[in-house]
């Protein structure tokens, strides 16, 4: 009874979500999916300075960004990614790479029309024009290089500068109750102790990072082995040669 009812949920998860959305994810029993967002009509996006074409809903009620072809979406503590914006949520076992370069003022930047002090005359996208725009913008760096994300006389960040700003957001993430939480959960789940790191161990008797090949034929140990036995071969010829004389 217990495996025809945890057939019949895992069939349920598979029928529910597109295989697209699936593809890359890590679907772990245990974790909810997150509620689905309803929308009157399409949602019409912006994209964020200072990011690698990073869109976001801003009329949404929650964080919903598109990236490289996909919708994401945090949600207690996890990440949540379709091919979507409305439905096939699927687990996302990361944070995913475009996050810590978003502006975790971007709402406020947005509401003021203003980008750290330089007017931002932010352009509203459809979604039907962003499905079929957004990679060759993404190729051209149009946003960046053409429009300059629409913010009046802005220089953008350095690589350096990014790199820095990029690991500050990592670590004040990092210390988010719900991300905390989340992670907590995850290594229940999987039986690692808290805090518990595993690497891989190396066979005994081999040096770690020592490299081991089979030996080719024809090796001089082999050699010495054949020769050998050819002469106690031989040895035993002569004495039973002589026996017989």
Request: charged share 20%; aromatic share 16%.
């Amino acid at each position: 009874m217990k495996k025809l009812l945890l057939g019949t949920i895992l069939w349920a998860l598979v029928i529910s979500v597109p295989l697209p959305a699936m593809a890359g994810v890590d679907v772990s029993i245990g974790i909810s999916l997150p509620p689905p967002i309803v929308f009157e009509a399409p949602p019409n996006v912006i994209v964020l300075p200072d990011t690698n074409d990073v869109y976001v809903d801003p009329n949404a009620g929650v964080d919903l960004f598109f990236w490289n072809g996909w919708w994401w979406r945090p949600w207690q503590g996890g990440w949540y990614r379709s091919r979507y914006y409305n439905r096939g949520w699927g687990y996302y076992n990361r944070v995913p790479y475009f996050y810590y370069d978003v502006d975790p003022r971007w709402r406020e930047y947005y509401r003021d029309r203003d980008w750290q002090g330089h007017p931002w005359n932010y352009q509203r996208i459809p979604d039907r024009e962003l499905q079929h725009n957004w990679r060759g913008w993404h190729n051209n760096r149009y946003w960046e290089r053409q429009k300059a994300w629409g913010v009046q006389n802005y220089h953008p960040r350095t690589i350096q500068q990014r790199q820095g700003i990029r690991y500050q957001r990592q670590q004040q993430y990092q210390r988010q109750p719900e991300v905390i939480r989340h992670q907590q959960q995850i290594r229940q789940q999987q039986g690692h102790p808290q805090g518990r790191r595993y690497q891989h161990q190396p066979q005994q008797g081999h040096p770690q990072g020592q490299r081991y090949q089979r030996q080719p034929q024809g090796h001089p140990q082999g050699r010495g082995q054949g020769q050998q036995k050819r002469q106690n071969k031989s040895q035993d010829k002569s004495r039973g040669q002589s026996q017989g004389r």
